[in-house]
């Protein structure tokens, strides 16, 4: 099966991000712009994989802070940067060393320009990791979650 390891943000970070791309999404109508409940941080693209062990790894890991900050894009994808100490999930996932932490917003084949969006959010802790099964046509399916060290009050 397709596998992946992400994060999610929570729903208060996703909410945030919305309201800032609500000023900007009328403008391109030529991008395909991802459904909210479907962005996330990939960590690590796995392919056709079997979902064992993949993810020991992060047992007793540090829950980073992050924040959404920024954008840009590859061909074809717009994406909202990631900052905070992502990294160390990245590399404990298997990422490949050009890993960059981002989520991905929209996506076209065709657009010729996209748009800037000078944002920053709100901190928020990732305080877990994700397997997920990626499915073409039928869209993501979480089949495991480990939970992340979180310092103690």
């Known amino acids: 099966m397709r596998l992946f390891t992400a994060l999610f943000p929570p729903p208060e970070a996703v909410a945030e991000l919305e309201r800032a791309l609500a000023e900007v999404r009328p403008g391109y109508p030529e991008l ?3 459904p909210s409940e479907r962005w996330h941080l ?3 693209f796995h392919g056709e994989a079997d979902p064992d062990g993949k993810l020991t790894p992060f047992e007793g890991m540090a829950a980073p802070s992050v924040r959404f900050s920024g954008c840009g894009h590859f061909p ?3 994406w909202v940067g990631v900052e905070g100490e992502v990294e160390p999930l990245a590399r404990a996932a298997g990422a490949l060393p050009d890993w960059q932490a981002h989520v991905t917003i929209a996506r076209s084949r065709r657009a010729k320009r996209f748009p800037r969006l000078d944002f920053t959010g709100a901190e928020w802790t990732a305080g ?3 397997l997920v099964r990626s499915e073409l046509g039928v869209g993501y399916t979480v089949l495991e ?3 992340l060290a979180t310092p103690s009050a």
């Open 32 to 34: 395909r712009w991802s």
């Open 42 to 44: 990939t960590l690590c």
């Open 76 to 78: 074809g994808v717009l």
């Open 128 to 130: 877990e990791v994700a």
């Open 145 to 147: 979650r480990v939970q």
